[in-house]
């Protein structure tokens, strides 16, 4: 059972909230046995006001416990000194450019206060949410000064007993509300669960990894095992060390917030999917043909491509024939891609799409009346599908002009009667990603298997990746990670 803890300096601080026995007191924290091996957070509301007070041998202890703290000592330490916060104000100042055009000209100077990242000013919403990423403490005061400019003045950690408006006492409470979903203004019936797991996805995405049905199914799988799932967004950053698990949903990509999320997940230490590496390896299909090319994966034929001159075009000709693809490295969807016939049509291509990435991937063009996709996890075969194209069409997806989507048809299958060469292609494939969740898509012509690519978010849709399995798909995801959770109690 993982713990969690409110540390305050005296009880008698926490007054004007509704009461919890998850909040202590700082002589309760210090003399707290061990709890257990769960996971364990807290938030610490001592004062920092002086150089190794309680606030800071709090969080020390925290640390030296395994606990996973907010504040850290490093933020601690770092708002003691401009020198060293200053440092992490760089693209700051883009944020408060605009802050300036929103604010009446007489003022020159502002001091907020934010509560997890939230304040009661709007035009300041994004500048409050901006500081509290870079420093995580539950609360802050900050002062702006616009000397032609505005520019962040100081930063400092407030003590919950400077809190004494009672709008902004409301404020705290909602805003620990969304932040953490274990302390309540009112009380509130709960269930206890052995784990808690959160799952990114983001409900405007116009082609998510998964629809609204089979995201409900996994809560539900989740809970049947005792974990409690929680659907979180990009803008929980912060909240994911209330967790021991996180399973991105949305689609992914490097220069993203969804790898933001696995980054910080995997250094919290909780079980990712998709964990950062495999979506370092899968978003990327120069580094994916490469990867599969050295350790002799069979693909279609490939040429990469940074010019669309003379003599590349003649290289590519020669190798691939046509007709051939062209493709974006970092393409989803089957966007970021055109199929060419002709040689007026490769220069074309080649030139528009080196206009947006540096590397184009060419290759050959291997007509199939579908893709394979074969769902894999902890590198077995979780489910199996074909994917149709599109009709008149040599995609499975069509993107119309008015950003509507066409899909062709789908069969979904049992893994055992797939083809055995498949089934291989696709594990050999994943085993050089890792042990995640996997889409492995490839396409088969007579004898010859081969692997297009390998997505690290495969879609699961409701009846469709589920139509074979039905609910026990979701409960094979939602079992894995619990295995991977026990294994990190452990």
């Not at 061990?34 to 001592?46: E, K, W, Y």
């Not at 509130?188 to 983001?202: H, I, S, W």
């Not at 230490?269 to 390896?281: C, E, K, Y």
Request: hydrophobic share 40%; charged share 25%.
């Amino acid at each position: 059972m993982s713990a969690f803890y409110v540390v305050v300096d005296d009880l008698g601080d926490w007054g004007p909230y509704y009461p919890s026995k998850d909040v202590i007191s700082f002589d309760q924290y210090l003399a707290l046995a061990a709890a257990g091996s769960g996971r364990v957070r807290v938030l610490n509301f001592c004062r920092n006001s002086r150089a190794l007070g309680r606030g800071y041998y709090c969080s020390l202890l925290a640390e030296a416990r395994g606990h996973h703290v907010i504040p850290s000592v490093r933020v601690i330490s770092d708002l003691r000194r401009k020198s060293l916060y200053s440092l992490q104000l760089d693209g700051l100042s883009q944020i408060l450019d605009k802050l300036a055009k929103r604010l009446s000209g007489d003022q020159n100077r502002i001091e907020l206060r934010i509560f997890f990242g939230e304040t009661r000013t709007a035009e300041l919403a994004a500048v409050a949410k901006q500081l509290f990423e870079r420093f995580a403490s539950p609360l802050l005061e900050v002062r702006l000064k616009r000397n032609k400019v505005w520019q962040v003045e100081s930063i400092r950690q407030l003590a919950l007993r400077e809190v004494t408006d009672e709008a902004e006492q409301e404020l705290l409470a909602a805003a620990l509300e969304r932040f953490s979903n274990r302390i309540w203004l009112k009380p509130r019936a709960r269930k206890r669960y052995r784990y808690d797991l959160a799952m990114l996805v983001d409900p405007d995405e116009a082609l998510p990894p998964s629809d609204k049905d089979a995201l409900k199914q996994f809560v539900a799988s989740g809970r049947q095992l005792g974990i409690n799932v929680e659907m979180i967004g990009k803008r929980d950053l912060m909240r994911l060390p209330e967790y021991d698990g996180l399973f991105i949903r949305e689609t992914t990509a490097v220069d993203h917030h969804t790898y933001r999320f696995a980054k910080k997940a995997e250094a919290e230490g909780l079980v990712v999917i998709d964990d950062p590496t495999s979506i370092l390896r899968c978003t990327n299909k120069i580094y994916l043909a490469e990867l599969l090319k050295t350790n002799r994966v069979a693909t279609p034929a490939t040429s990469i491509v940074s010019h669309a001159d003379k003599a590349t075009v003649d290289g590519m000709i020669a190798t691939l024939g046509f007709p051939m693809v062209l493709k974006i490295p970092d393409g989803a969807f089957s966007r970021g891609m055109c199929k060419v016939e002709t040689r007026e049509a490769l220069v074309k291509g080649l030139r528009e799409l080196l206009q947006n990435s540096s590397l184009v991937l060419a290759q050959e063009f291997l007509y199939t009346d579908y893709d394979w996709r074969i769902g894999v996890l902890n590198n077995k075969p979780l489910f199996a599908c074909r994917y149709y194209m599109v009709k008149d069409h040599w995609q499975i997806y069509r993107h119309g002009n008015a950003g509507d989507v066409d899909s062709g048809g789908f069969d979904t299958l049992p893994t055992y009667e797939v083809p055995p060469a498949v089934l291989e292609a696709a594990l050999k494939a994943t085993r050089l990603i890792g042990d995640g969740l996997y889409g492995v898509d490839l396409k088969q012509s007579g004898d010859r298997v081969v692997v297009i690519e390998v997505n690290d978010n495969p879609s699961v849709d409701a009846g469709v990746e589920d139509r074979f399995l039905g609910t026990a798909l979701y409960h094979e995801i939602m079992a894995e990670f619990l295995r991977r959770m026990e294994m990190n109690r452990r």
